[in-house]
């Protein structure tokens, strides 16, 4: 079975469940794992359905995926669409090869039980999924309506995936899910127990956190374990404590600015990323400022920036709307900033000796997730050190 993933990197983890389950069993399958997160991504998802089917007219293209779980209607009338597949069933072996049309189910039901994976196709990290669902109600987010309430692998579980994974030859493991600072055995917990007994597990990174639930554990965790990679993803979405308030955030922007002081105090390489949100209900262009100001003053290298997209059903979707045209200028005004701060990010490592861990693709990353280009495919997958001679363009050179 042939995978088409898009989203998010659970979606990643769970791509190669999939893989696992049925790979063998469907091999006149395309799958179309999509992603709901954006208006934009629905209709991405749309379009790879009807072009992957024009160059594979003898395949049976299957849907699956947060899209397919908002909208199974939708893509059931796509002449395209052999069959339908929700979040629950897409994990289910006997759901994938079922013959029911449509089959997505209620959320609040028990997920599937999740394999052991034993490998990630064409990767050299691989994510672990330790955590699934949502159970805070943010205003303009749809995510906790198609994953369903927390849930989690439990510490065990989640210690025998990772040897499998160090066992296997990776060299850093991502962990990962939909609210992961939710995790409800204890992230801080789990991660000091991975850290400590998993021999060989030589990085460990985080997917994107929530500003309210990162402090003192977190930081104590990346000053005692240099294993724990100093690059930390926070979903920030706003620098306006009033648009915060108003997308039903549990943090302010002075608690980011405070965790960020703190992280490059007892690591001063230490790298901040954050997903913003350009042109929510209401902002103003005074409070698109202050999220702006906020990607300087928290130094802020790596952005993920949105325009707001309204999801139906959504309280901030009823919010006075900011114009599209609007939304897409303060997008590219974010995306601008956070490109700027990147760059001096990149400025700041020349000259430095690193960390790098290898990628088929002829990329690196250092351990504040900064992209180096290494040309020797015989180092794919192995972690190395070498000294910055410069950078070209948005990478650097050793």
């Excluded at 990630?120 to 999924?129: H, I, P, T, V």
Aim: with cysteine; glycine share 8%; charged share 25%.
């Amino acid at each position: 079975m042939q995978i088409i993933t898009f989203g998010c990197r659970l979606n990643t983890f769970e791509t190669a469940v999939m893989k696992q389950l049925a790979s063998d069993k469907l091999d006149d399958v395309i799958l179309i794992h999509t992603c709901a997160v954006t208006a934009e991504a629905e209709r991405q998802c749309r379009q790879a359905i009807r072009q992957t089917a024009r160059k594979n007219p003898d395949k049976k293209i299957i849907v699956a995926g947060c899209a397919a779980q908002l909208h199974p209607e939708v893509f059931a009338q796509m002449p395209e669409v052999f069959r339908v597949l929700g979040n629950h069933e897409k994990l289910d072996i006997k759901a994938l090869l079922g013959a029911e049309r449509v089959q997505v189910g209620d959320l609040s039901d028990t997920p599937p039980d999740i394999p052991v994976i034993q490998n990630f196709e064409g990767r050299d990290r691989a994510f672990l999924q330790i955590q699934q669902g949502c159970n805070h109600t943010c205003t303009f987010c749809i995510v906790h309506t198609l994953r369903g309430p927390n849930t989690g692998l439990t510490p065990e579980q989640v210690i025998e995936q990772a040897r499998v994974f160090v066992q296997k030859g990776f060299s850093e493991i991502v962990l990962t899910g939909v609210d992961v600072a939710s995790y409800p055995y204890g992230l801080w917990a789990v991660t000091e127990r991975l850290l400590r007994e998993v021999p060989g597990l030589k990085r460990l990174r985080f997917g994107s956190l929530d500003p309210a639930a990162v402090g003192t554990d977190l930081l104590r965790l990346i000053q005692d374990y240099p294993a724990l990679m100093p690059y930390i993803h926070l979903s920030v979405q706003s620098g306006d404590n009033l648009i915060l308030k108003r997308m039903g955030r549990r943090h302010t922007r002075e608690d980011v600015i405070r965790f960020a002081r703190e992280l490059y105090r007892i690591r001063p390489t230490a790298t901040l990323g954050a997903d913003l949100i350009a042109g929510f209900p209401t902002e103003t262009e005074g409070q698109f400022q202050k999220t702006l100001d906020l990607i300087q003053e928290a130094g802020i290298t790596h952005t993920h920036v949105f325009p707001y997209s309204a999801r139906e059903g959504t309280p901030a979707a009823k919010m006075p709307q900011v114009p599209v045209p609007v939304r897409a200028s303060r997008a590219a005004l974010a995306r601008q900033a956070g490109q700027e701060m990147y760059q001096k990010g990149l400025d700041k490592m020349v000259g430095k000796t690193v960390s790098i861990l290898v990628e088929q693709t002829g990329i690196g990353y250092t351990e504040n997730y900064f992209p180096v280009r290494v040309s020797r495919q015989d180092l794919v997958g192995q972690v190395i050190t070498a000294r910055i001679r410069g950078k070209e363009k948005d990478e650097l050179v050793i």
